[in-house]
């Protein structure tokens, strides 16, 4: 698709042929293995990052708020922490502004302008628009990470490797860009009674018992599994009992039930939503 090779300037890994993907993939396992078997591992990041996500919650003192941008902000700190070995506060000016430029990028993935821009590129080329900031965008996450990885090249020679870029950085692929899509398989509705909707019997055998959907390929199939896979189940798990277990959440009052549809873009999200997130401390 013209949107999607603009921006990832076709020299990225979701056009690359088989072989370099599979040399790229290997050297991230190795990475990610030994990240997994340091003292500080996986769940060291993820823990860190789940407390301060409770804390942040707790700041807004049981008023409604949108969790949307909290969530976000720790999900892009926890990939950070792992990449280059620190989190940012969500104070950080270069920090926000690039979790704005990443949103920006996976939401015009699915706008009107994105459609135009796929039915009629030579057009919207070299015409002003959202596209331009979406590309734009991708420049500051690139420049971004460059910034790191410079810092990283001063210090690498004077200590043991610390984070993905330290272990990285003899092997380094540059401006590496991996977008899997992956509807054709969760939005099958041969396989799935309402693909559309958040819908739990999905997993749920006639007993009430969670069942694993081997059709449910969430991180890839088995010769392309997504390298996250396993920090993603992780971080869902600390994440979850954690803010369950220091809040119980519920709708503002006067709102029976938030919306269920999503939006689309590069990924799918749910429309801006607010709850109430009230201390357990409080509540007993």
Not at 131 to 145: D, G
Not at 188 to 211: I, S
């Amino acid at each position: 698709m013209p949107f999607l090779r603009a921006v990832a300037n076709e020299k990225d890994l979701v056009f690359s042929n088989e072989r370099i993907w599979k040399q790229q993939r290997q050297i991230g396992q190795s990475v990610m293995k030994k990240l997994a078997m340091r003292k500080q591992g996986l769940e060291h990041y993820i823990k860190e990052e789940a407390h301060q996500l409770v804390g942040t919650f707790a700041h807004v003192k049981g008023q409604p708020f949108d969790p949307l941008l909290p969530i976000t902000n720790s999900v892009c700190n926890v990939v950070c922490a792992m990449a280059f070995g620190h989190r940012y506060s969500a104070e950080d000016g270069n920090f926000q502004k690039l979790t704005e430029a990443i949103d920006l990028a996976l939401k015009c993935g699915g706008s009107f302008i994105y459609a135009l821009r796929e039915m009629f590129p030579w057009v919207l080329k070299r015409l002003p628009g959202p596209h331009k900031k979406a590309l734009s965008s991708r420049e500051f996450v690139l420049l971004f990470a460059k910034e790191e990885m410079k810092k990283h090249k001063e210090h690498h020679l004077l200590r043991e490797p610390q984070d993905f870029t330290d272990f990285y950085l003899l092997q380094m692929e540059k401006g590496t860009f991996i977008n899997p899509d992956l509807n054709s398989a969760v939005l099958d509705n041969k396989q799935w009674k309402t693909p559309e909707e958040f819908n739990p019997n999905h997993f749920l055998d006639k007993d009430g018992n969670f069942v694993a959907r081997g059709e449910f390929l969430l991180f890839g199939s088995v010769d392309s599994v997504c390298l996250e896979e396993q920090l993603a189940r992780i971080e869902l798990f600390i994440f979850f009992s954690n803010l369950l277990r220091a809040f119980i959440f519920q709708l503002p009052s006067g709102v029976k039930k938030s919306s269920e549809q999503h939006k689309v873009g590069l990924t799918t999200y749910p429309h801006s939503y607010k709850l109430v997130a009230i201390p357990r401390s409080r509540a007993s």
